[in-house]
């Protein structure tokens, strides 16, 4: 699978055929190489597209975009379903494939995701459509990890641009597992509304601050990212249903822990630890967690 003359053919395929573009990501890759190692990350590369090979059909047009990235035109398709049956063959041949790779288990969550897209109902540009297909793979990787979405809206719609009724087909859905996890000004509006919450009718609560470095100096500043970006969702799925959390600036996550004792945010620190630990990143970066109870008294306490 080459990304050499692949775009050409792409933008031919959607002005004259019909089926569905796809956009797929390896999830948590950047975080596998870093740990495993770049030999093991290139053969596991070279599973996936031996794996995307045997579920695509043999005049679809696929290609590589970059380190963990691939595009996809499945000539024909039109089930979503379909497409989520894909995605549920290729997460569980990963995995074996992983197991084949390491001759162990590993605590890094891997598997694809995929934002789509039908041709032609939303469209003939290659460039638009990949843009609405990157829009539907950003929501998945807003929400989650290892699903599906397909870009939908009506564009006869006054206010086009808003997307109502993206659709999910979550094999590991975010929403359903860890905390919220909030950009600033959503976290911000969450934050406050808790603290007042709490200032009127009384209650306990924690915020808590985690920090990261790199250990070494040769850790590229976009890697690094990646690396901070793949700790947040292990972080997220150690928090509870209820919790919420954002990334405060590049190295750092901010935490609101509703309902929480200061001997239960110890256990927090001491899960997310030792998942910190079992990853792996305890070798690459150095970690700080810093914890405060939020106290208030309703009005009739004071």
């Not at 790779?101 to 897209?117: H, M, P």
């Not at 041709?119 to 929400?143: I, R």
């Not at 915020?207 to 690396?227: A, D, R, S, W």
């Not at 405060?248 to 001491?270: A, C, H, M, N």
Request: with cysteine.
């Amino acid at each position: 699978m080459s990304g050499s003359g692949v775009i050409s053919r792409l933008t031919e395929a959607c002005a004259k055929e019909k089926g569905v573009l796809m956009l797929m990501n390896l999830d948590n890759f950047g975080l596998f190489n870093e740990i495993y190692g770049v030999e093991v990350g290139d053969a596991l590369l070279e599973n996936c597209v031996r794996i995307i090979n045997e579920v695509t059909e043999g005049d679809d047009i696929k290609g590589r975009l970059g380190g963990d990235e691939f595009i996809i035109f499945c000539k024909n398709l039109e089930d979503k379903n379909e497409v989520a049956e894909m995605l549920e063959y290729i997460n569980e041949k990963l995995e074996d494939s992983i197991g084949e790779l390491l001759g162990e288990e590993t605590n890094i969550s891997l598997g694809v995701s995929i934002g789509a897209v039908h041709v032609p109902e939303y469209g003939n540009d290659y460039e638009d459509l990949f843009h609405k297909a990157d829009t539907a793979l950003d929501y998945v990787k807003q929400t989650g990890e290892h699903g599906c979405a397909f870009y939908e809206f009506d564009e006869t719609q006054d206010g086009a641009g808003r997307i109502d009724d993206i659709s999910k087909y979550m094999d590991e859905a975010g929403d359903e597992r860890g905390a919220l996890w909030l950009e600033y000004d959503y976290f911000s509006v969450v934050y406050k509304f808790y603290t007042r919450y709490l200032k009127t009718y009384g209650g306990v609560a924690a915020k808590m601050l985690i920090k990261v470095k790199p250990k070494v100096n040769n850790i590229g500043e976009e890697h690094f990212k990646q690396i901070v970006r793949d700790f947040g969702k292990i972080i997220n799925v150690t928090l509870r249903k209820s919790d919420f959390m954002m990334q405060s600036g590049s190295s750092q996550f901010f935490l609101l822990l509703p309902e929480i004792t200061e001997e239960y945010t110890d256990k927090v620190k001491r899960r997310i630890e030792k998942r910190w630990i079992d990853v792996g990143l305890n070798g690459v970066m150095d970690m700080t967690i810093e914890s405060e109870p939020i106290i208030a008294l309703n009005d009739k306490e004071k």
